[in-house]
């Protein structure tokens, strides 16, 4: 038979063995010794060993007489002392290493957890997917909350657990038992603090930089896109075109934004955004993990300059006096949508006004046009031009 038997050393250490047994044996749980009132010794503390027990005179077995010394083979399992810490072993540390955890951020790690005798119980690879928690907050086992302050990203580490900043005396299911050490081996994939902005490091500035980008441009940029482990994700090199955005139009994710506000065309930036800034908790189905750290190389290739805050429309020159005849060409004192879209767009090509960037024109159009035909019939009377006109200059309208 097999069997499991914990009980107390001399030094004090909690031992656990698994017992083979050619002899019928009835393990008594929660006796320091497999059987009531048996006293007996370990006589090799590792490996593989002797456990002989001597039963009291009382005892009473249709098996085993009165009085006889039984001799077992053992093998010991774990050990610790109940003012155990954690221990940190096989620590490969990236060089450089920019930052540790602390308490209150939040880490995506991988981990394979065994028993100290190798005894295998769970994987996050078997998942395909991180562990994700907030340490130092109790979300997870005392000892691994421990064990994953003071990290790096890209770290690898042992952390051996002792039971009582583990699973105590009643373990967990079938896999952990009462009282057991764990080991978990455990690789840091990225973390950040819910506190973090992107960071922005400028790798390449051009010697002059006329305009810096601002909310409303429209700009032109490549990018790389990675996860903090190197996992690539995506890069605009391999469409072999630019990714052409309006900054501030929400386009893109916030720390995107960010890292692109004030660049130089021929800028190069190396950014990292934290999710909250990026995709979040969700993530981007089968690109982006959930909660996952995004780095960012970008390149500004090419800058158009915005309108000003507010405008999708204005004009470079002052407006004519005549502008609501100059539009109605065919004199029958309205504005058909048709005899609109075109006077807009020949003012445009003329460079006498302009359209904010980066939108579609037509659709900015029929929003100005809407905006001008006050009665929603389809058309624009110069009384409702008018009407317009001498309202404060707003946005999009004329």
């Known amino acids: 038979m097999v ?6 050393d001399d030094p004090g250490r909690f031992v656990c063995m698994r017992l083979k047994d050619r002899l019928k044996f009835q393990h008594v749980s929660g006796q320091s010794f497999p059987s009531p009132g048996a006293q007996g010794r370990i006589s090799r503390s590792g490996g593989w060993g002797l456990l002989e027990l001597l039963l009291p005179l009382n005892h009473t077995s249709s098996d085993i007489p009165g009085q006889a010394s039984l001799v077992f083979d053992v093998i010991l399992l774990d050990l610790h002392n109940p003012r155990d810490g954690i221990t940190v072993t096989n620590q ?14 939040f880490v995506r790690y991988h981990y394979n957890g065994s028993l100290l005798d190798g005894t295998f119980f769970d994987s996050s690879y078997s998942r395909n997917r991180t562990y994700d928690t907030y340490v130092g907050r109790g979300y997870v086992i005392a000892g691994m909350d421990e064990g994953l302050i003071g990290v790096c990203v890209g770290e690898r580490r042992t952390i051996t657990i002792p039971p009582h900043l583990a699973y105590g005396e009643e373990g967990t299911g079938t ?19 819910p506190s973090d902005n992107t960071q922005i490091t400028v790798t390449y500035k051009p010697e002059t930089c006329d305009k810096q980008a601002k909310k409303g441009d429209f700009v032109k940029y490549h990018y790389n896109a990675s996860l903090m482990d190197g996992t ?3 890069s605009t090199h391999n469409y072999g075109k ?4 309006v900054l501030g139009a929400n386009q893109v994710v916030p720390g995107m934004e960010d890292g692109l506000m004030n660049m130089c065309v021929g800028e190069k930036r190396h950014i990292v955004i934290p999710p909250h800034l990026g995709y979040g908790e969700r993530g981007v189905t089968d690109e982006v993990p959930g909660s996952a750290v995004l780095v960012f190389d970008i390149e500004l290739i090419d800058m158009e300059e915005g309108l000003p805050e507010g405008y999708m429309f204005i004009w470079n020159d002052d407006v004519s006096p005549d502008l609501f005849s100059e539009m109605d060409k065919n004199d029958d004192k309205q504005v058909e949508p048709s005899e609109f879209t075109d006077y807009i767009l020949r003012q445009v090509n003329d460079g006498k006004g302009r359209l904010a960037p980066g939108f ?18 389809g ?13 404060a200059a707003a946005h999009d309208e004329l």
């Open 3 to 8: 069997a499991r038997v914990a009980g107390w």
């Open 92 to 105: 490969k540390v990236p060089e450089p290493c920019m930052r540790k955890s602390i308490a209150g951020d």
């Open 175 to 193: 896999k952990i038992p009462g009282s057991a050490v764990l080991v978990f081996d455990v690789h840091i994939i990225d973390f950040h603090n």
């Open 379 to 391: 058309k624009i009377t110069e009384a409702e031009f008018k009407l317009k006109a001498d309202e």
């Open 232 to 234: 690539v994700i995506d």
């Open 360 to 377: 579609d024109p037509y659709r900015i159009i029929d929003n100005m046009f809407s905006n001008q035909d006050r009665n929603g019939d």
């Open 242 to 245: 630019t990714y052409d955005i």
